[in-house]
């Protein structure tokens, strides 16, 4: 063999020329799609770990990646929710304010969300829903009556004590002056937690998630998440579960016993986390979603805290059925009046199957 044969034979395959575009596919590994979302901190809902979580409700979770020359540049979760009563669904994701699109730009954004809605036909269900933080161009029929409600916090818990209201210390000090404590934990917490929010949830006139589904997010994401409880004497009467999101804390769940309004619990238990995640340094608190000039949304504002508008968009084949969709509520009438009167057994039993269909 000649030498410039050899030469010719062991230089190095040249890759392939680029085409530059985009292919969205599902068999991403999950050390790649992750390593993608953590590049990009505050996108905790996105991680890949949330497919164990929904599986407490064996409900179908499909990742979708867009690539590029073989590279990651934009991921959507989505998790299929199947319901006789309500519209069939792909979401992104149930529960949470935002998990929509995370893409690196406005090619990879449209490339996810036409397959999602090809994964959505594909599948018989009527529309996927999409809950980005921010306005993109996705589709016509959004639904804009929600804020997710957030707070910047200060260095140090005095300079955020000093920038309350002089009403909101008074109603943090009313429940101390009456001897309620707040002590913060993890898993060994969670009777009491979903013993409070069961109850709550029902006396709201809402299902309630299962036992199960937050031992599975505490199990999932340990580092990230506690549990909040306030006693009155050795009764748990109020608690919330926060998530560390990059550099912000996020309260997904909290409730207290109405038999306790009286007692401002709330206001403790949410300065106590305030408290913690000032010393912890958070930049942002996040007191999740609520509908504008709601009782939930004037709470929260009362704390210095700004509305920051959410942006869920419908898409369909069909765009009746997303219009539709766009233009539902979350209240359910007699369905609410009647979930009231259930009792706490009941409701608790069947609670979770209907919320993993809707929430």
Known sequence: MKT?????????????????????????????WNDYVLRRPGYLYHRAEWERVFAVYRLPFRRLAAMRDGRIVGVLPLVWQRSWLFASQFASLPCFDTAGVLADDVE???????????????????????????????SPHVRTDKALVRLRLESDSDALWLGLKAKV???????????LRVERGGVELLSQFFAIYSENMRDLGSPSHSRRFFRAVIDTFPEEVAIYVVWLDDRAIGAGLTMANGDRLEIPWASSLRRYNSYCVNHLMYWEILADACQHGYRWFHFGRSSYDSGTFRFKTQWGAEPVQLYWYYLASNAEAAAKAASLQESYGWGTRLWRRLPLWLARSIGPRIVAKVA
């Open 4 to 32: 410039d044969e050899v030469t010719k034979v062991c230089e190095p395959a040249k890759p392939a020329p680029s085409d530059g575009r985009i292919r969205v596919e599902e068999q991403v590994p999950v050390e790649a």
């Open 108 to 138: 990879a954004q449209s490339a996810l969300a036409s397959r999602a809605l090809e994964v959505a036909t594909e599948a018989g269900a009527d529309v996927v829903l999409l809950r980005q933080a921010e306005p993109l161009d996705l």
């Open 169 to 179: 210390r008074n109603q943090v000090k009313k429940p101390q002056k009456k001897g």
